[in-house]
């Protein structure tokens, strides 16, 4: 008997959908201070040659794969062969390691969407940030000290809205949020990018952020960052693009949507970088700071640099602050959404569920784990988790991916299965880089932050902090996911469809 599987309605709503994953807070802040620091204009050079190298082929084999053998990232790797089921489990822990914290920075771009109303963090934003807000903790990663509730709060809203999306279904549900979502938030950052060009020192900016440095370019150093950063935005190797796919009909043209995901999420990294430094060389020009000082790098630039930047703002700073921190929470609802449905859809097709049994019990227990993250040791985890997930969780999860499909399954399986249903076909480049550019920079770059790691403790943490819930991740990844793999599937008729 086959099993029927939900579909997106429209071609649309799954490229909204996709790219709303591939769309994320670290977009806004991320991609502007990695080119900055890593040749400027120059630096697209590695960035784009990354794109086309190994982040679209690394899309469209996850998109072929879940959309041939119509499964989450463990059904898919299972239907390939049996003995890959462990890996669709690794990305799945992996994934659901990263919505933990994640939720947590969603809550705070909440917060600050309040905040920006009357300008709360007064004349000390960092002060308010880590201090009056966070209430960072002296005692590190177990000093827990309380619930924050102004992070509590907001937090729980956000696993609300996530609940009400994936209990309503992919239709109803994903993508009638997505078509909300991306819409909007594209409208937000244009807003935001448009008022920061107008600004006095936005040039001095944008000088910053595009100057080429063409020799940084010959920096092997340079190369890595481009690709990790092609990596962790496009949202693969964590079990999501494989899992969207699965919803996709069976004639869908698989090609077209790797290359509009990846263009599509590139082209927004490249708009919110115009956005974010005009504005901090307008900070830079009306606080009278040297450039290098009033940039800072990821959240620093979110919650501190930014609202100094809204404070001095001419006109309407409360307005414009609202756009950006509401900017930030829909980037992150719709990256949020899905890495969960990756989850969701795994436990679905492993127990044979339902999704109105699974989701509710998946938020409760995600949830409490979550809970973490709105106490004063809130950062600590995040900072911890998430560069295990990183660093470890995905770099390795599209290795192991690439080793396995690109060298031990057949993948002109999956090239014909794409070709057949897409307008224009992926030649030989496509395999080869799979096979080759794909492991080579990764395996380098997954190597160094492995010896890295094993030899000094991430950040000067405690080693029994960064065991407890670093190594924790990849550990327990792979040991749940050999533990599920030698479990049978309740419904056996899923491995046939």
């Not at 080759?436 to 395996?443: N, Q, S």
């Amino acid at each position: 008997m086959s099993v029927e599987r939900e579909q997106w309605g429209t071609r649309a709503g799954f490229i909204l959908a996709a790219i709303g994953s591939a769309i994320g807070l670290g977009n806004i802040w991320r991609f502007p201070y990695a080119a900055y620091e890593s040749g400027g204009g120059a630096f697209l050079i590695p960035y784009l040659f990354a794109l086309l190298t190994a982040g679209i082929p690394v899309l469209i084999l996850e998109f072929a794969l879940g959309h041939k053998y119509r499964g989450s990232a463990p059904l898919a790797l299972a239907k390939a062969n049996p003995k890959f089921e462990w890996l669709g489990w690794w990305q799945v822990f992996v994934a659901f390691g990263i919505a933990v914290y994640y939720v947590g920075v969603i809550a705070w771009a909440i917060s600050y969407t309040g905040f920006s109303l009357t300008q709360a963090w007064g004349a000390d934003p960092e002060g308010f940030f880590f201090g009056t807000y966070l209430g960072l903790a002296e005692g590190g990663l177990f000093d827990f000290g309380g619930f924050r509730v102004g992070i509590l709060i907001p937090l729980l809203i956000a696993w609300l809205i996530n609940f009400v999306v994936l209990y309503s279904g992919v239709r109803k549900g994903i993508e009638l949020a997505n078509k909300i979502f991306i819409p909007v938030l594209i409208f937000m950052i244009l807003a935001i990018t448009v008022r920061g060009l107008t600004l006095p020192g936005a040039i001095d900016g944008l000088n910053y952020l595009f100057r080429p440095d063409f020799s940084a370019i010959m920096n092997w150093e340079v190369w890595i960052t481009a690709y990790g950063q092609i990596f962790f935005t496009l949202s693969i190797g964590f079990a999501i693009m494989t899992a969207y796919s699965s919803y996709l009909p069976k004639k869908s043209d698989i090609v077209n949507n790797g290359f509009i995901t990846g263009l599509g999420n590139c082209g927004f990294s490249l708009l919110a970088g115009i956005g974010v430094f005009s504005i901090v060389g307008y900070m830079a020009h009306a606080s009278g700071q040297p450039f290098e000082e009033v940039v800072t790098q990821s959240l620093g630039l979110a919650f501190v640099a930014f609202p100094s930047a809204i404070s001095q703002m001419p006109g309407s700073p409360a307005l414009f602050g609202v756009l950006f921190f509401l900017s930030l929470v829909f980037a992150g609802l719709s990256s949020f959404i899905s890495i969960n449905e990756a989850c969701v859809s795994a436990l679905m097709d492993k127990f044979g569920a339902s999704r109105k049994k699974v989701v509710p019990i998946y938020c409760l227990v995600a949830g409490v784990i979550s809970l973490w993250m709105a106490t004063n040791a809130g950062l600590f985890f995040l900072d911890i988790v998430d560069h295990f997930c990183n660093s470890i969780g995905i770099v390795f999860g599209v290795i192991f991916e690439a080793l396995l499909i690109g060298w031990f399954f057949k993948i002109h399986v999956l090239k014909d299965h794409a070709n057949a249903i897409s307008d224009f076909p992926v030649g030989g480049w496509w395999p080869f880089t799979i096979k080759f550019v794909t492991i080579a920079i990764l395996g380098y770059s997954g190597i160094k932050n492995v010896i890295s790691d094993l030899t000094t403790p991430y950040g000067d943490y405690a080693w029994s902090s960064i065991i407890a819930v670093g190594w924790m991740v990849p550990i327990l990844a792979i040991v749940l996911g050999v533990v599920l793999s030698s479990m049978g599937w309740k419904n056996r008729e899923v491995l046939r469809d």
